[in-house]
C-alpha cells in the first residue's frame, strides 16, 4: 500500500514575511497576488497596446472557456449541495435549486458556446444512430477516452479491494459508485474536447496530472509513497502544476490576439458531447441514490418484533430493587441498561482492569516502589493527580496489546458482562449538575448516568471511494436516567460519538429483570407476574459503541458532532456511501447487562485518573498512511459538559436531539437555553 510522507515543503515566502516582522495573521500573500495582477494587467496592455479593461477581458477568455468546459461537472455538484445544504435553512436549499434549473436552461436554450453544445450533442446522436456517414474513428476515440480512464480510476483506486468489497449500502450506494466513475469519465472527456491546440493540450495534461495527484494524496489511490520518493510532495507539485496551467492560459491569451479560437475537431467535438451527456447521466443517478438514502434515513430504523421479550414496554413507575444496602446501588440496578451488541463486535464491555492488565501509563504521578519503579496499573494504584499537583488531563495510559484482544467466539442471548460504572447526581446535593433547561422543569429530582468501558473501539466501511477506519484504545460511552422525587423514569439519554439523542421514557424499549439469589439477573421472559420491566434496552453500534434507543442499520454516524461541524449536512451521502453506523436488527447478537454496578464521583478511582484511556485515535483511509488525530479517550470527568452540565447538553446541545417521533418537545429553544 502506498504511504503518505509528511508534507516538507513550507510556506518559505510567509516565513520571510514574518522575519521581517509582518503579522502572519494578515492575508499577506493575497495583497501581493493582487498587485501582481494589476502590474501584469499593466504590463500586458502596454505590450498589445489595448486599454487594462480590453487586456483582463482577453486574460479572461481562456480561463472562461476552460470552465465552461468543465461547467456540466457542476451539474453533480449542485445535486449534492441540495441535500448537503437542507440543515443550512431552505434560502440555500432554494437557491441550490435555482442554480440547477440555470445550468440546465443554458446547455437547453443557452446562446454562444451553449449552441455548439446542442449541436455536438445532436451529432453525437446522430452518429450513434448510424444516420450519417460519420467515420467510426471519430466515435471509437473519445469513448476509448472515457472507458480508459474510468478502468484506471478503478484499477487505481479499488483494484486491491473489488473482489472483496462489502457493502451494506444497498442499491443506493451502488448507483453512487457508477455515478462517480461516469463523473470522471466526463471529465475526462470535457477536458479532451477542450484540448484543440497544443496550448489547451498543455492544460489538459497538466490538470489530468493534479486530479491524479489528488487521488493519489487523499489515498484513493495508491503510489503516493511513489510521488514522494521521486521529489513530488503535494503541495509543491500542485503549485508547479497551478503555474503550469496559469503560465499556458496567459500563452493563450497572447496568441489569439486578435484571431478566433480554434476549431475543434469532429472527435473533439463528439468528446464534448459525450462527456455532458455522462455528467447528465451521473447527476441523474446520484440525486436518484441521495434521494433513496434520504428517504430511508428519514423514516428511520426498524423496531423490534412486540413480541420479542414477551412485554417489553417499559413500566412507568418500577420497583426499586433491594439489591444491597446503599439507595443509590439500588437504583443503579434498578434502571441498569442492557446493551443490544451485533453478533460480529469484537470488543465487547469490560472491567477497567481488563485494560489496566499489562498497560503502562505517563505524565500523571504514578505509584512506585522502593526504587522508584513504576508499580504495575492496577485500579487501586491509579495515579490520581499531575506531577505538579494538578488533575488536568497530562497522562496517557497505553494498551498496544488491547487491539490482538479480539473475540474467538460470540455469546448469545442476555449474559452478564462487563461494569457499569454508576454516578447518581440528586438535585438537592449536585444541583449543577441538573442545571438547565428540561422538559420537566424542576420535577427533574435525580441523574443515573451509566458509564460503560471498552477496551478498543475499531470502526471500519468499505466506501464508494476506500476503505475508512477509525481506531483507538479505550472508549468511554454512557448511558442516562433521569428520574423525578418518586424515583419514576421521565427519559433515557444515549452518548453517540460526541453527540447523542434523549427519548421519553415510555418510548423506549425495556427488559424485564429480577432478584435471584441476591443477583440481579435480566433474562428474555418474565419470570413471573412480580417483575417490572426497568432496563431499557440500548442498541450498540459495531465497533464505534455509539448507542442508539432502536436497532437497524439505516443511520449514518454523526461524526461532526467531534469538530462541532453540521455532518448531518451531509447524510444522505455518507449513508449512501455506506459510511454507517451498524446495529444488531436480525436478533443475532447478544444482549450484555452489568456483571458489577460501581458507585462512582469524580473523586474515586477509576474516574479520578488525570488523563486519556488510550495513547490516540487513528484514521486510516483508502491508501493513506495511518495519521493520529485526536487523543485517546478522557476520563469522564474530564470530558466537559458530559459530566459537569449534563443536562444543559442533552436539552440544548446542537450535537444532542429528540426522538421526532414522539410528540413532546424535548430539545429547548435558543431562549429557553439562554443561547
Same mark, same amino acid.
Given at each position: 500500500m502506498g504511504?503518505?510522507?509528511?508534507?516538507?515543503? @513550507?510556506? +518559505?515566502?510567509?516565513?520571510?514575511?514574518?522575519?521581517?516582522?509582518f503579522p502572519w495573521g494578515l492575508p499577506w500573500l493575497a495583497i501581493c497576488g493582487a498587485a501582481i495582477a494589476v502590474v501584469g494587467v499593466w504590463l500586458l496592455s502596454r505590450a498589445m497596446r489595448t486599454d487594462a479593461w480590453t487586456t483582463a477581458g482577453r486574460l479572461l477568455a481562456p480561463p472562461g472557456a476552460l470552465g465552461r468546459a468543465l461547467l456540466p461537472l457542476l451539474l453533480t455538484a449542485v445535486v449534492v449541495s441540495a441535500f448537503a445544504l437542507q440543515v443550512l435553512g431552505w434560502p440555500l436549499q432554494l437557491a441550490s435549486g435555482a442554480l440547477l434549473a440555470a445550468l440546465v436552461w443554458l446547455f437547453v436554450r443557452g446562446a454562444g458556446e451553449f449552441t455548439h453544445e446542442r449541436t455536438n450533442a445532436a451529432e453525437l446522436t446522430d452518429a450513434l444512430r448510424l444516420s450519417t456517414p460519420y467515420p467510426w474513428a471519430a466515435l471509437a476515440i473519445p469513448a476509448a477516452v472515457g472507458v480508459v480512464s474510468a478502468a484506471l480510476f478503478l484499477v487505481a483506486g479499488f483494484g486491491d479491494q473489488l473482489g472483496t468489497w462489502k457493502s451494506t449500502a444497498g442499491w443506493s450506494g451502488l448507483a453512487e459508485y457508477g455515478a462517480l466513475v461516469l463523473v470522471v469519465a466526463a471529465a475526462s472527456l470535457r477536458v479532451f474536447g477542450y484540448a484543440t491546440n497544443w496550448r489547451r493540450a498543455v492544460v489538459a495534461v497538466a490538470l489530468a496530472v493534479l486530479f491524479v495527484r489528488g487521488l493519489s494524496w487523499s489515498g484513493v489511490s495508491s503510489g503516493e509513497r511513489t510521488w514522494n520518493r521521486v521529489g513530488l510532495p503535494p503541495t509543491r507539485t500542485s503549485f508547479v502544476l497551478l503555474v503550469v496551467i496559469g503560465v499556458t492560459l496567459a500563452a493563450e491569451t497572447w496568441a489569439l490576439r486578435g484571431s478566433p479560437a480554434s476549431v475543434p475537431s469532429q472527435t473533439q467535438r463528439f468528446g464534448r458531447a459525450g462527456g455532458f451527456w455522462a455528467a447528465v447521466v451521473a447527476s441523474a443517478i446520484l440525486a436518484l441514490a441521495l434521494t433513496s438514502a434520504a428517504l430511508e434515513t428519514t423514516v428511520g430504523p426498524s423496531q423490534l418484533p412486540r413480541d420479542a421479550f414477551g412485554s417489553i414496554e417499559p413500566t412507568p413507575a418500577p420497583k426499586i430493587l433491594e439489591a444491597g444496602g446503599d439507595d443509590d446501588l439500588n437504583l443503579g440496578w434498578t434502571f441498569a441498561p442492557v446493551l443490544r451488541l451485533r453478533r460480529d463486535e469484537d470488543y465487547p464491555p469490560v472491567p477497567v482492569e481488563v485494560f489496566l492488565n499489562g498497560s503502562t501509563q505517563t505524565g500523571a504521578k504514578g505509584a512506585t516502589d522502593i526504587n522508584g519503579d513504576q508499580l504495575p496499573l492496577t485500579v487501586e494504584d491509579l495515579p490520581t493527580e499531575c506531577p505538579d499537583g494538578s488533575h488536568e488531563a497530562c497522562g496517557t495510559i497505553n494498551c498496544p496489546q488491547c487491539l490482538s484482544r479480539t473475540r474467538e467466539h460470540q455469546p448469545t442471548g442476555f449474559i452478564p458482562q462487563g461494569?457499569?460504572?454508576? /454516578?447518581? !447526581?440528586?438535585?438537592?446535593?449536585?444541583?449543577?449538575?441538573? @442545571?438547565?433547561?428540561?422538559?420537566?422543569?424542576?420535577?427533574?429530582?435525580?441523574?443515573?448516568?451509566?458509564?460503560?468501558?471498552? @477496551?478498543?473501539?475499531?470502526?471500519?466501511?468499505?466506501?464508494?471511494?476506500? /476503505?475508512?477506519? =477509525? +481506531?483507538?484504545?479505550?472508549?468511554?460511552?454512557?448511558?442516562?436516567?433521569?428520574?423525578? !422525587?418518586?424515583?419514576?423514569p421521565l427519559f433515557v439519554a444515549l452518548s453517540a460519538h460526541c453527540g447523542g439523542q434523549v427519548v421519553p421514557w415510555a418510548a423506549i424499549e425495556a427488559a424485564p429483570g429480577e432478584l435471584r439469589g441476591g443477583r440481579v439477573v435480566i433474562s428474555r421472559q418474565r419470570s413471573g407476574p412480580? +417483575?417490572?420491566?426497568?432496563?431499557?434496552l440500548v442498541a450498540v453500534a459495531r465497533g464505534s459503541h455509539a448507542n442508539y434507543a432502536v436497532a437497524g442499520g439505516h443511520r449514518p454516524p454523526d461524526w461532526g458532532s467531534c469538530k462541532h461541524l453540521p455532518s448531518e449536512a451531509l447524510t444522505a451521502l455518507s449513508y449512501a456511501s455506506n459510511v454507517r453506523d451498524l446495529t444488531d436488527d436480525g436478533n443475532t447478537g447478544w444482549f450484555a447487562y452489568p456483571t458489577e454496578i460501581a458507585i462512582v464521583t469524580d473523586q474515586t478511582r477509576p474516574m479520578s485518573y488525570p488523563g486519556a484511556w488510550g495513547s490516540g485515535e487513528t484514521i486510516t483511509f483508502g491508501h /493513506?498512511?495511518?495519521?493520529?488525530?485526536?487523543?485517546?479517550?478522557?476520563?469522564?470527568?474530564? =470530558?466537559?459538559?458530559?459530566?459537569?452540565?449534563?443536562?444543559?447538553?442533552?436539552? *440544548?446541545?446542537?450535537?444532542?436531539?429528540?426522538?421526532?417521533? +414522539?410528540?413532546?418537545?424535548?430539545?429547548?429553544? /435558543? =431562549?429557553? *437555553?439562554?443561547?
Open positions: 504511504s503518505s510522507a509528511p508534507m516538507t515543503d @513550507a510556506p +518559505e515566502l510567509g516565513l520571510v514575511l514574518s522575519v521581517w516582522g461494569t457499569f460504572y454508576t /454516578r447518581v !447526581a440528586h438535585r438537592g446535593t449536585e444541583p449543577r449538575v441538573l @442545571a438547565g433547561w428540561n422538559p420537566w422543569g424542576n420535577d427533574l429530582d435525580t441523574l443515573l448516568q451509566y458509564w460503560i468501558f471498552y @477496551a478498543y473501539d475499531r470502526w471500519e466501511a468499505e466506501t464508494v471511494i476506500g /476503505r475508512l477506519t =477509525q +481506531e483507538h484504545e479505550g472508549d468511554w460511552e454512557h448511558v442516562s436516567l433521569g428520574l423525578d !422525587a418518586a424515583h419514576k412480580s +417483575e417490572d420491566v426497568s432496563h431499557p /493513506r498512511k495511518p495519521s493520529k488525530t485526536a487523543r485517546g479517550p478522557l476520563s469522564p470527568p474530564l =470530558q466537559g459538559a458530559s459530566w459537569r452540565t449534563p443536562i444543559k447538553l442533552y436539552f *440544548c446541545g446542537s450535537h444532542w436531539h429528540g426522538d421526532s417521533s +414522539e410528540s413532546s418537545r424535548l430539545h429547548g429553544t /435558543r =431562549q429557553e *437555553c439562554g443561547q
